[in-house]
């Protein structure tokens, strides 16, 4: 998944303006107490970080 895709999908998800409040914001677990954008930012592939998003969020399979 590519970095773009990510965020459309965070987007269409959250909306603009709370999409990015996730990704800087919201510490997950899965990803060893990191947020989304620190996760990206470290190397994590942009996929891994997507599903610790749906898992943390509860997206609907249809929005994965």
């Known amino acids: 998944m590519r970095l773009t895709a990510f965020w459309e999908k965070m987007n269409r998800q959250f909306g603009e303006a709370y999409a990015q409040s996730v990704a800087k914001d919201y510490v997950l677990a899965e990803l060893g107490g990191r947020t989304a954008q620190q ?10 970080v997507w599903w610790a998003v749906c898992a943390a969020f509860d997206v609907p399979d249809r929005l994965r």
Do not use: I, K, L
């Not at 996760?39 to 891994?48: H, I, L, P, Y």
């Open 39 to 48: 996760a990206v930012a470290e190397g994590t592939d942009v996929r891994t």
